[in-house]
């Protein structure tokens, strides 16, 4: 708790710096400021999880808003060419937080954040950075997917008879087999959920290990592995030796936390228990950072 009261202090630290940097014209600031802008979107996106929203500062400010479109489709050491799209992320993983601590919903803001990620283009065809970009859009994708539209009801949460029932008797020929609509937008969705969740361990395993690019993955490789499936044992395997190359790159526990994070949600959706990684690790009253 206290090494997380540290960090907390730093991210504040931090968004005060940048609102230093904010308050020059852009017109007169450095690379080195350019980089700090760039470098505090990027642990937006890492930590905004982390953080319960009521002790974080507002994203959707103008003057940072500003920033973004100003590194537009500059290159970037940590964010490449996908400034746009931390910050979307960012913002999607503080409104998940709130959902998964108040299950408060905002339909509106998610189609829009969902048509907003859809719509974005990676601006530069470097392939390692165009996957790296394209797994990020899968990450915010998965989240508002997994966390935000996904039906969160449970059997506890259902209503029961209060007794077996197999005491009940009932007619054959009133039984549909046929699928409710709402029974379909949810296998629909959950094989959304799990075709995106493939491609994105697919595209990110291609890439070297030895690869820059490679250091930077374990979010979205985190929030896509949460989603694969029992039959998925080849892309879980590859999931598990992805974040412990990550790990021998950068040497933070958190990537080998992640992947006891994963076993869980593994072994939870192999009895058919369905969680969000997000859920699971708000649960445990874990804070792992990947960034």
């Given at each position: 708790?206290?090494?997380?009261?540290?960090?907390?202090?730093?991210?504040?630290?931090?968004?005060?710096?940048?609102?230093?940097?904010?308050?020059?014209?852009?017109?007169?600031?450095?690379?080195?400021?350019?980089?700090?802008?760039?470098?505090?979107?990027?642990?937006?996106?890492?930590?905004?999880?982390?953080?319960?929203?009521?002790?974080?500062?507002?994203?959707?400010?103008?003057?940072?808003?500003?920033?973004?479109?100003?590194?537009?489709?500059?290159?970037?050491?940590?964010?490449?060419?996908?400034?746009?799209?931390?910050?979307?992320?960012?913002?999607?993983?503080?409104?998940?937080?709130?959902?998964?601590?108040?299950g408060v919903r905002d339909t509106v803001l998610e189609a829009t954040l969902e048509?907003?990620?859809?719509?974005?283009?990676?601006?530069?065809?470097?392939?390692?950075?165009?996957?790296?970009?394209?797994?990020?859009?899968?990450?915010?994708?998965?989240?508002?997917?997994?966390?935000?539209?996904?039906?969160?009801?449970?059997?506890?949460?259902?209503?029961?008879?209060?007794?077996?029932?197999?005491?009940?008797?009932?007619?054959?020929?009133?039984?549909?087999?046929?699928?409710?609509?709402?029974?379909?937008?949810?296998?629909?969705?959950?094989?959304?959920?799990?075709?995106?969740?493939?491609?994105?361990?697919?595209?990110?395993?291609?890439?070297?290990?030895?690869?820059?690019?490679?250091?930077?993955?374990g979010i979205p490789l985190l929030t896509a592995g949460s989603e694969l499936a029992?039959?998925?044992?080849?892309?879980?395997?590859?999931?598990?030796?992805?974040?412990?190359?990550?790990?021998?790159?950068?040497?933070?526990?958190?990537?080998?936390?992640?992947?006891?994070?994963?076993?869980?949600?593994?072994?939870?959706?192999?009895?058919?228990?369905?969680?969000?990684?997000?859920?699971?690790?708000?649960?445990?009253?874990?804070?792992?950072?990947?960034?």
């Amino acid at each position: 708790m206290e090494c997380l009261r540290q960090a907390q202090a730093h991210f504040v630290g931090g968004r005060q710096l940048i609102e230093f940097i904010l308050l020059i014209p852009a017109e007169e600031r450095t690379e080195q400021m350019h980089f700090a802008i760039g470098a505090y979107l990027y642990w937006e996106m890492a930590c905004c999880f982390l953080i319960e929203p009521d002790q974080q500062q507002p994203l959707n400010t103008a003057q940072i808003f500003s920033a973004v479109q100003e590194l537009g489709d500059k290159y970037h050491p940590i964010l490449g060419y996908s400034a746009e799209m931390a910050y979307l992320n960012a913002y999607i993983g503080r409104y998940c937080r709130t959902v998964v601590d108040t299950g408060v919903r905002d339909t509106v803001l998610e189609a829009t954040l969902e048509e907003q990620l859809l719509a974005w283009e990676p601006s530069n065809n470097t392939p390692e950075l165009s996957h790296l970009s394209e797994a990020y859009r899968s990450h915010g994708l998965l989240n508002l997917y997994a966390v935000c539209y996904r039906s969160h009801a449970s059997s506890q949460d259902s209503p029961t008879l209060g007794f077996p029932t197999e005491w009940l008797e009932f007619d054959p020929e009133f039984v549909s087999l046929e699928p409710t609509a709402e029974e379909s937008i949810e296998r629909e969705l959950e094989a959304q959920i799990h075709s995106i969740a493939l491609q994105t361990v697919t595209t990110l395993t291609q890439v070297p290990d030895s690869h820059p690019c490679t250091n930077l993955q374990g979010i979205p490789l985190l929030t896509a592995g949460s989603e694969l499936a029992a039959e998925d044992a080849v892309e879980r395997d590859l999931v598990r030796k992805r974040f412990r190359a990550i790990y021998s790159l950068n040497h933070l526990p958190a990537n080998l936390a992640a992947i006891q994070l994963l076993e869980e949600i593994w072994s939870l959706r192999d009895i058919g228990i369905v969680v969000s990684w997000l859920s699971l690790m708000v649960e445990h009253n874990w804070h792992i950072m990947l960034g």
